[in-house]
């Protein structure tokens, strides 16, 4: 169970700021290479698992703390979730805070994010529930049983 906490901890800080951010750079932002990334969005998870696991094997990340929590750091749901959301910010805030002198990043830390707490405490509670439910990935990765989530922990058990 406190392997279970840590992980979908760590899960749910690490999805919140990186999605958050990458929603932030979707939403306000205007780049090169913009729309490219929005069908990359459209890749199912699964897809890439062959790929990670062999990446984590080669950096020797398996059956690591680092290995179970790294490649869901973001989420492409929640950057969806935070862009559709930040769309609704007026961009005049985001000027008056330029005009202040906040930084591109101190306009998203004090001003965007704090906008943005009904949304924050929906992902928030989307992501932890999704880390704590995920059997698949800690199946794959884990190998010895203290580091087992209770999903697994609890499959084995029966």
């Known amino acids: 169970m406190v392997n279970s906490f840590f992980v979908s901890g760590l ?14 750079a979707l939403a ?17 998870g699964q ?31 929640g950057m969806f979730l935070f862009s559709q959301s930040m769309k609704q910010i007026p961009q005049s805030l985001l000027e008056a805070g330029r005009l ?4 591109e990043f101190g306009i998203y830390w004090n001003l965007v ?3 943005s707490r ?11 529930m999704g880390s704590w439910n995920n059997f698949l990935w800690p199946q794959i990765v ?3 049983q203290d580091m087992y989530t209770l999903p697994i922990d609890s499959k084995n058990a029966q």
């Open 47 to 77: 897809v890439l698992m062959a790929p990670l696991y062999e990446l984590l094997y080669k950096f020797r990340l398996l059956d690591t703390y680092t290995g179970l929590v790294s490649p869901w750091a973001v989420s492409v749901f």
């Open 28 to 44: 306000k932002y205007e780049f090169k290479g913009k729309k490219y990334i929005m069908i990359l969005m459209l890749i199912p």
């Open 142 to 144: 884990l190998n010895s």
């Open 113 to 115: 994010l704090p906008v």
């Open 11 to 24: 899960v749910v800080m690490m999805q919140l700021f990186f999605s958050s951010l990458g929603g932030f």
């Open 118 to 128: 009904p949304m924050i405490g929906a992902f928030c509670l989307i992501s932890f």
């Open 100 to 103: 202040d002198g906040l930084s």
